[in-house]
């Protein structure tokens, strides 16, 4: 469930782009400003609005660690900000003086990406905020960037359709035509993905473009092959130009904008529509997830940029845009057990299991036989693996019949809880949950996203009471 927390309506011309840090969201305009809001409530920094370009500004990022901002603009400069009081530390020009279109840092603050409507691409280095390398793509407008996680190649896109992968030393590595009418936007997830098969991680990829498509690819990395760049599938939802794609920091969800006025959330693994958020009124331009928080951020050309909330249910629960409850394990499809191996981390079964037709039903009653002889899984390491997982599907799957009192869930999972804690905003949760969203440098409520004034878990063994005896009510 996505919920609509907030409207940021601070600028006055069109949203062009928004970008989280772990503690801050900028937004930055046609009219010339960026802002910077607290994660915490929202509200502006007291710096905020940055001034300093002479025209729109187009695009804004944080490095990696959140100490630095950087704008860039139609009046050819990409702007480097400190975050901490808002002073303006360089102002890098464009060499050939044409607007700035994008501006990426990669993954170690070593290098930011500025990308010009006249297909100029250039590397600056942040040490010395110098220009390190520059080049140019073969045709149209630089409108797009996105690195790598590991900071090992770029992907940049054009307004001519083109998808180009360079390294580290501007060498164009590969370039693919993906989209007919201009490329917008593009994203590359943090996340890789195993190739069982051959061995090898996959980046994943997502482009948007003018066609009214959403493209995923995958892009392997190796020194002994080079670069290779795999189209995987088309997602289709929208009824105009797409105009910005993101994905969650688990890889897991991808939202787009478009013309359409539209949002869409997509669960990566099946392409499943999650949600479809229709709260602008104009083109959606812009959308960003945050990296610690269950936070979306979308903009607009009506001036707005809205924030929603995602409970954390997993995405394999969800069946329809406005499901609240999960879909009964034993009526999953075939899909729905590939997302499922894919969140437990055994990715490397899906062919395994969509070969043997594995659905909800039959995957209640795998036993470890079946696993061995049918299955033909021979580790006995990653056969017991899935087996526990499988437990404690079983264990989550009381009966679909029954609600859940709500005090008994998780609010992170949204399972029935089995060891609850209290946290320090005095909510309860359960305590591998907790602990997880703590140890991924998440230093916010789940529930008020305040921060949390200690990150100390207490057991609370009087509603783990009730849970077992309400478990003990409940048909076997």
């Known amino acids: 469930m996505a919920t609509l927390i907030r409207t940021l309506a601070d600028h006055s011309d069109d949203v062009n782009y928004c970008a989280f840090s772990s503690s801050c969201l900028a937004t930055c305009s046609m009219d010339k400003t960026i802002h910077v809001y607290s994660l915490n409530n929202f509200t502006e920094l007291p710096y905020s609005p940055l001034k300093g370009h002479t025209y729109a500004v187009h695009c804004c990022c944080f490095s990696p660690s959140g100490h630095v901002l950087a704008s860039c603009s139609t009046d050819g400069t990409t702007v480097i900000w400190d975050t901490g009081d808002g002073r303006m530390l360089a102002v890098l020009e464009q060499p050939s003086g044409s607007p700035v279109r994008i501006c990426r840092f990669s993954p ?20 010395s905020l ?23 190649f770029f992907v940049t896109g054009s307004s001519c359709g083109d998808l180009t992968i360079w390294d580290d030393k501007m060498r164009c590595l590969c370039n693919e035509k993906a989209h007919d009418l201009g490329v917008t936007c593009c994203d590359i997830s943090s996340q890789p993905i195993s190739d069982g098969e051959h061995g090898f991680r996959y980046f994943q990829m997502a482009s948007c ?97 809205n924030i929603w909330q ?43 299991f969509k070969m043997n037709n594995i659905d909800g039903k039959e995957l209640l009653n795998l036993t470890k036989e079946s696993l061995a002889n049918e299955l033909k899984i021979e ?98």
């Open 209 to 305: 473009g003018q066609d009214n498509h959403i493209k995923l690819w995958h892009i392997l990395f190796a020194d002994f092959l080079g670069v290779e760049l795999k189209y995987k599938c088309t997602l289709n939802g929208h009824s105009a130009p797409v105009l910005a794609c993101a994905f969650s920091s688990d890889g897991q969800m991808l939202a787009s904008g478009s013309v359409d006025k539209c949002v869409i959330i997509y669960e990566t693994t099946t392409g499943n529509t999650l949600h479809t958020l229709s709260q602008h009124t104009r083109y959606v331009t812009t959308c960003a997830f945050a990296p610690y928080s269950p936070l979306l951020a979308t903009g607009s050309m009506d001036k707005t940029v």
């Open 130 to 152: 110098k220009l390190y390398r520059s080049g140019n793509v073969k045709d149209g407008s630089l409108v797009a960037c996105a690195f790598s996680p590991n900071g090992n």
């Open 379 to 476: 580790s006995l390491g990653m056969r017991s693996k899935v087996l526990q997982k499988i437990e404690e599907l079983r264990l989550n799957t009381i009966s679909v019949s029954v609600t859940v009192p709500d005090e008994f869930l998780c609010p992170i999972t949204r399972e029935l809880m089995k060891d609850p804690v209290i946290a320090a905003d005095g909510y309860s949760y359960e305590k591998e949950a907790m602990e997880n969203w703590i140890s991924n440098k998440r230093r916010s409520s789940p529930m008020t996203n305040l921060p949390l004034p200690s990150l100390m878990l207490t057991p609370n063994r009087t509603l783990k009471m009730a849970i077992g005896r309400w478990l003990e009510t409940q048909p076997k």
């Open 310 to 352: 995602f409970d954390l249910k997993q995405p394999w629960a969800a069946n329809t845009v406005e499901s609240e409850s999960k879909v009964a394990v034993e009526d999953w499809s075939e899909d729905d057990v590939s997302a499922w191996l894919c969140a437990q981390d055994l990715a490397d079964f899906v062919g395994l």
């Open 108 to 127: 170690e603050s070593t290098y930011l990406v500025s990308g010009a409507a006249d297909g100029s691409v250039v590397l600056w280095n942040m040490q």
